[in-house]
């Protein structure tokens, strides 16, 4: 059974829409991609709740994003590894890092890593107002949101999600909102640079909208499937264009190149809502000498999608929703209510039916395993009660069992107890070959090497022949024998030593019947 996650990104460009299936091994399939323009550039509530009931769109696990301009990331060190300390101590560690008022701002962190009782952290704080907006315009659309999270850091979770930039190795990201841009940078999948750029693609579409005369509508499908001789009459006017961003890349990323290891990737990816991007990405990579281009992520997943589709700003929904399906690279999140199974089937038909199933199916469970156990343990009664009789028939041969055989055998043993009894008050009570063995071994020092090749026992004395590691060992077991209030006497014979020079062989004789 899947799970329904449903990713939505708003800017003033459009809202778009991303629904994924999440099936129990966290498999991903995508189910549909969803794109509108916003007239007045301002997203209502009833225009969002007209855009979910239009299009049908599941509202079981909804996950929406916000701007990224505003963002604040720190690297920080804290003195513990537990969560619950580390989320205590928090605010008062970037208190002195931000430019805002502690109280104002919501944090998130993520561990990069802990040893010897330290934990290192990337700390992502948003001003509360920010997701405050975005909160209530889904409270006001009866929408229930499950998480917020950052556009720009969205797009590249779909990125290193499906491989592109390599969790072990480093790549340029390069996200274009509306108003804004934001560069990146990830080394070993952790986010290491972040800033935003005063570039976006209102003034590149604006841009190509003058060279082309087109209005807006209508350029976005020419954009799509323009022709190369068609692209290349766009590209030479755009050629300001990505001189302006080339620009402004290299000023972001040139504190870096002061800084250990001193180098930056080769590769740059582009992501964006921007229809014609991709019209841009080869004057980028002349000005730049890097590799640049706008991933499709869709080869990495099921779907029955048109694959034009990831230029127009797909990546930052699909990251959205895979953050909540459990697919999350970067763990920036921000209001994050918990999804627990429980919580699931209350809310969805569809999870009540596969709870009572998995119900169902775990009660036959324990019904067959207490059945299996009541068969076994009568099995097991039964072996144990025919084991009883057999010692109850050797130990008394020619009783007949009349009772309990466990009763039965107990009042037996009391009455040969009670005769031994009357044996032991007429002729003295003897210690038990156990007993004296016991002694013997008791008293030997454990330190002592003694190796018995030949032993006897009768009812008065213990012979054995052995042999130890020195002359003074054999005197000390004879000295501590002679201790014993059990034993009579003790007697050691024949020492001398053997073939091997760490050898002593002797005889002892123990009595211990006067």
């Given amino acids: ?37 916003i007239e007045g550039d301002v997203l209502s509530p009833d225009g969002l709740s007209l855009f979910f009931a239009e299009h049908g769109l599941s509202k079981e696990e909804v996950v929406a994003a916000v701007p990224g301009d505003l963002l604040i990331t720190r690297e920080i060190s804290v003195p513990f590894r537990e969560r619950s300390k580390i989320e205590k101590i928090l605010p008062y560690e970037m208190e002195p890092l931000v430019p805002f008022p502690i109280d ?10 802990q040893e010897q009782g330290r934990s290192e952290l990337l700390v992502y704080a948003l001003p509360k107002s920010i997701l405050d907006q975005r909160t209530q315009l889904f409270e006001a659309a009866q929408v ?8 720009s850091l969205s797009a590249a979770n779909t990125l290193l999600h499906t491989g592109v930039i390599p969790q072990e190795g480093e790549g340029l990201h390069l996200h274009v909102t509306s108003d804004f841009s934001i560069l990146s940078l990830y080394r070993q999948g952790k986010l290491s640079h972040f800033t935003r750029i005063q570039w976006s693609n209102q003034h590149y579409f604006d841009k190509i909208q003058e060279v082309t005369g087109l209005e807006r509508p209508i350029l976005a499908e020419r954009l799509a499937v323009a022709t ?12 300001e264009v990505a001189s302006a961003l080339s620009g402004q890349i ?9 800084t250990p290891p001193g180098r930056l990737p080769n590769e740059l990816y582009v992501t964006g809502a921007a229809p014609g991007l991709h019209l841009l990405t080869p004057l980028l990579a002349a000005r730049l000498s890097k590799q640049v281009e706008i991933a499709n992520p869709l080869p990495h997943f099921e779907h029955s999608l048109k694959p034009g589709l990831a230029c127009h700003g797909i990546h930052a929904p699909l990251g959205m929703a895979l953050m909540q399906g459990g697919r999350d690279a970067i763990a920036c999140t921000y209001r994050k209510k918990k999804t627990s199974f429980v919580a699931r089937v209350l809310e969805s038909k569809r999870e009540l039916r596969y709870a009572l199933f998995i ?3 775990l009660l036959l469970g ?6 299996v156990g009541i068969q076994a343990k009568e099995h097991q009664y039964s072996r144990v009660e025919a084991e009883m009789r057999r010692v109850f028939d050797e130990t008394f041969p020619g009783v007949k069992i009349e009772r309990n055989i466990l009763e039965q055998y107990k009042l037996l043993v009391a009455q040969l107890k009670k005769q031994n009894e009357i044996f032991e008050n007429v002729f003295g ?58 034993l009579a006497t003790v007697k050691v014979s024949n020492a001398k030593v053997g073939k091997k020079p760490d050898q002593v062989n002797f005889q002892m004789t123990i009595t211990f019947d006067d």
């Fill in 1 to 37: 059974m899947a799970r329904i996650v449903t990713g939505v990104e708003i800017n003033r460009q459009g809202i778009q829409a991303v629904e994924i299936a999440v099936f129990l091994k966290k498999q991903v399939q995508l189910l549909r991609y969803i794109e509108e323009p």
């Fill in 104 to 113: 104002e701002l919501d944090l998130g962190y993520r561990i990069l890593r």
């Fill in 144 to 151: 229930p949101l499950r998480m917020i999270s950052v556009s």
């Fill in 228 to 239: 190369h001789e068609e692209a290349a009459e766009i590209k030479e006017p755009l050629s």
């Fill in 250 to 258: 290299q000023r972001s990323l040139q504190p870096l190149l002061l």
């Fill in 359 to 361: 119900g169902v199916f």
């Fill in 366 to 371: 324990l019904l067959a395993d207490f059945t």
């Fill in 429 to 486: 009570e003897k210690p038990s070959p156990l007993e004296i063995l016991l002694e013997i071994t008791t008293r030997i020092p454990a330190e002592i090497q003694l190796v018995i090749n030949n032993f006897s026992l009768d009812d008065r004395s213990v012979r054995f022949v052995g042999w130890t590691e020195s002359f003074n060992s054999v005197n000390r077991i004879e000295q501590e024998l002679r201790k014993s209030d059990l």
